[in-house]
C-alpha cells in the first residue's frame, strides 16, 4: 500500500521554480524516497531518490525534512514539458516493489 | 538510463481472446520484473513481481489464472491476458529492477483495447 500523501494537483508559472510536498509520516528507518513522474501515455521516469540528505542531480533537488516524515520535489525553473503527474514513493532498499500513491499533477502554466 | 521496451504498445481484441505483452530490458540483465495496470485518471496498480526462473508473485487481489507472468530470461518476461474482457482494457506498464544501483526502470506501457 502506498504510504505517502500529495496535493492531487499543483500549478506552477513557467521559469518559476516548482515545489511539490510529499508526506511520509509513517516512514521507516531503512526506506528510501522515490521521486517519479508520468508524461500522459507513457511510463513513469524516474527523477531522484534519497534517504536522509537532501539530493540534487541534474533534473531537480529533493530536500528531506530531518525527521524524514516529508520531503520536497523542486524542479528549479518549470519549463511546459515538465507538465506531468509527479509520484513520491517510499520503498525499503532491501526490498523492490513500488507502490504508487495518487501523485500531483502538475501543470506548468506559460 | 537504461531502456525498458514493451511490444506492441497497442493492441485490440475481441472479447475471449488472449493477448500476449512483451517486456524487455534492452542493455541489462534484469532478475526482478514488475507488471502494472493503470485506468484512466488513475495511479499505476502493482500487479505481480516476477523473478526470472521461478514462478511470479501475484498482489492480493490479482488473478494469477488470468495474467500469466513468465520471466524465462534475464531480459524478457510477457504477460499475457487471458480470455480477455472490456473490463480487462487498461494500460500496462511493466519495470526491470537494476540491483547495481538499486534502480527500476519503466517501459513506455501497452495500451490494451478488448472490443
Known amino acids: 500500500d502506498a504510504k505517502t500523501t500529495q496535493p492531487p494537483s499543483m500549478d506552477c508559472a513557467e521559469g518559476r521554480a516548482a515545489n511539490l510536498p510529499c508526506n511520509h509520516s509513517?516512514?521507516?528507518?531503512?526506506?528510501?524516497v522515490y521521486w517519479y513522474r508520468q508524461i500522459h501515455s507513457q511510463g513513469p521516469q524516474y527523477i531522484i531518490h534519497?534517504?536522509?540528505n537532501n539530493e540534487t542531480n541534474e533534473m531537480a533537488s529533493l530536500i528531506i525534512t530531518e525527521d524524514r516524515k516529508s520531503s520536497t520535489l523542486i524542479l528549479p525553473h518549470a519549463t511546459l514539458r515538465d507538465t506531468a503527474v509527479y509520484y513520491c514513493i517510499v520503498r525499503a532498499n532491501t526490498g523492490n516493489q513500488f507502490y504508487f500513491g495518487t501523485g500531483t499533477s502538475l501543470t506548468v502554466i506559460p | 538510463g537504461a531502456v525498458v521496451s514493451q511490444h506492441p504498445s497497442w493492441v485490440i481484441c475481441k472479447s475471449g481472446t488472449s493477448v500476449k505483452i512483451e517486456c524487455r530490458s534492452l542493455d541489462f540483465q534484469a532478475t526482478t520484473m514488475f507488471w502494472y495496470r493503470q485506468f484512466p485518471k488513475q495511479s499505476l496498480m502493482l500487479m505481480a513481481t516476477?523473478?526470472?526462473?521461478?514462478?511470479?508473485?501475484?498482489e492480493q487481489g490479482v488473478e494469477k489464472d488470468k495474467f500469466l507472468i513468465n520471466h524465462a530470461s534475464l531480459t524478457l518476461s510477457t504477460l499475457t491476458v487471458t480470455s480477455a474482457h472490456p473490463e480487462d482494457s487498461s494500460f500496462y506498464i511493466c519495470s526491470a529492477y537494476r540491483a547495481y544501483n538499486n534502480e527500476q526502470f519503466f517501459g513506455p506501457g501497452t495500451r490494451l483495447t478488448v472490443l
Open positions: 516476477s523473478n526470472e526462473g521461478s514462478k511470479a508473485t501475484y
Open positions: 534519497g534517504l536522509k
Open positions: 509513517t516512514i521507516s528507518g531503512n526506506e528510501y
